[in-house]
């Protein structure tokens, strides 16, 4: 009786394990769907914004007008719209009133984890200063920023050298000059005021010792600079930086 008894409690505890073992399982398979499915719907947000504006994006400079009074009518806080060429950045452009607003929400002021590219709250968004500053979030599959991370291939770098900023009255042509890995708290590549023609001097020298790569002509104080930005895969506070000058508008 006593190894009957044995074995039943031995069987019980198999089945106990077993049953365990399989909810445990079924739990890991169920968040791993989750998990994938969550990753696909942050990569998927970024697209769905852009598709629900992108026929309000400029086709070319007769259209600007039209195109920013209905872009506008949708947020106020929209003021361009940034394209480089032979990448998937094709974006609006908003500017918060700080830094941080735009951080969890998308173009059109809704919430959400990739966020949007934006302008520094320091700068005009007319785009009227000597040196303008668009952020935006590092995410995968080259989703908003994360193709700045080609220009860290110095062939492509080299091959691929233009990009346009959609403005309500004009347009920006860009010719990228260089490509940067900075800190998330360089004083000078996050600065936005640059009234001073002295203290530009100091921002291209900097620019000129932290450059990876650079190309085309030396960038000098009378050029209007943007500089495209985003995080670093090679340290918690590194930024990777693109440079580009504006050839004319």
């Known amino acids: 009786m006593e190894r009957k008894a044995e074995y039943c409690l031995t069987q019980i505890f198999h089945y106990l394990v077993n049953g365990l073992a399989a909810i445990v399982f079924f739990c890991c398979i169920a968040y791993s769907g989750y998990a994938l499915w969550d990753n696909w719907s942050i990569l998927k947000e970024p697209d769905q914004v ?30 361009g719209w940034v394209v480089m060429d032979h990448t998937g950045i094709d974006y609006p452009i908003v500017q918060g009133e700080d830094n941080f607003e735009y951080l969890d929400k998308d173009a059109l002021g809704n919430p959400e984890i990739s966020g949007s590219i934006f302008l520094d709250c320091q700068n005009n968004r007319k785009f009227t200063d000597p040196y303008m500053v668009l952020m935006g979030h590092h995410m995968q599959a080259g989703k ?17 050298t233009t990009g346009k900023i959609y403005l309500p009255d004009r347009v920006l042509y860009l010719e990228t000059a260089a490509f940067l890995t900075v800190d998330a ?26 450059a990876q790569y650079t190309r085309g002509e030396e960038l000098t104080t009378e050029d209007q600079m943007v500089a495209l930005s985003t995080c670093s895969t090679s340290g918690t506070n590194a930024r990777h930086v693109l440079i580009c000058r504006i050839v004319h508008s």
């Open 185 to 210: 708290y360089d004083k000078y590549i996050y600065r936005t005021q640059w009234d001073n023609i002295s203290e530009r001097q100091e921002l291209l020298k900097r620019i000129y010792e932290q």
């Open 50 to 79: 852009r598709e629900d504006l992108i026929r309000y994006k400029p086709a070319n400079e007769e259209e600007l007008s039209y195109s920013f009074q209905e872009l506008k009518a949708m947020n106020p806080d929209v003021c």
């Open 144 to 160: 908003m920023f994360g193709d700045l991370d080609k220009y860290s291939d110095e062939t492509f770098f080299r091959k691929n």
